[in-house]
């Protein structure tokens, strides 16, 4: 029973390039969340989405940043156009949506911005 | 929106020695609390959670409490061990089981308490 998968775990992009994440939820699962943590600081909320649909992304910067999560295949969080202040830990987490109380983290993607 | 604060932003404790964080939120509304654990460089691992519903969790050595008319919950580490030292943050969110509220379901963090037990 795989937990949530994230990949790349690792990201370093220069100074205007497009950085991707993928999120993987549980099986099961229906809801992704995606946060950020800067470093030594706590997790940030950015966007919660369902299958083809964006529920809440009162937490994204108005530029750059978008996501998604198609109806097959990972959850996408795209940056472009990074910037140093983007360097941080984006970590995903599932839930399965009817008693969603519980998000469970994925490992983190990384991003080194230089 | 929800605002969630957490003392102390780090913790000594002599191993066997219990631990206690506290945080405070802001949002009536908000029903669920989850408290995770998150090692170096690790991903958050949700520990034990508590809804508006019951006042006290206990799960081995860890317990949780909550007061709803204070808005303020507690993590409690009983006979604190090496293993126990990490970050932990609290968190309040307000799920309210309907899809269409979208601004419940995300989490509000508090800022960490970074524990070190010692041996």
């Known amino acids: 029973n795989a937990g949530v998968m994230q990949n790349p775990r690792h990201l370093v992009r220069r100074r205007g390039q497009e950085a991707r994440l993928r999120c993987s939820p549980m099986k099961g699962h229906s809801h992704v969340y995606w946060y950020r943590q800067l470093p030594e600081e706590g997790l940030k909320f950015m966007v919660y989405?369902?299958?083809?649909?964006?529920?809440?992304e009162s937490g994204m910067p108005k530029e750059r940043f978008s996501a998604e999560f198609p109806k097959e295949g990972p959850s996408i969080l795209r940056i472009q156009q990074v910037v140093r202040g983007d360097s941080a830990a984006y970590f995903c987490a599932s839930s399965p949506g009817t008693s969603a109380y519980e998000q469970y983290f994925g490992p983190g993607t990384r991003l080194t911005v230089t | 929106g929800e605002n969630v604060e957490q003392h102390p932003s780090t913790l000594s404790v002599q191993e066997g020695d219990s631990a206690v964080i506290k945080c405070t939120y802001s949002d009536s509304a908000s029903n669920y609390f989850p408290w995770y654990k998150q090692e170096l460089g690790k991903r958050p691992q949700l520990i034990i959670d508590i809804r508006s519903n019951v006042g006290e969790k206990k799960d081995q050595r860890i317990a949780v409490t909550l007061n709803k008319t204070a808005k303020h919950f507690s993590l409690h580490i009983t006979e604190t061990q090496p293993e126990d030292s990490a970050v932990y943050f609290c968190a309040a969110s307000s799920w309210g089981g309907v899809v269409i509220k979208a601004a419940g379901n995300k989490l509000t963090f508090g800022g960490g308490t970074r524990v070190l037990v010692k041996p």
């Open positions: 989405l369902q299958k083809e649909n964006i529920i809440d």
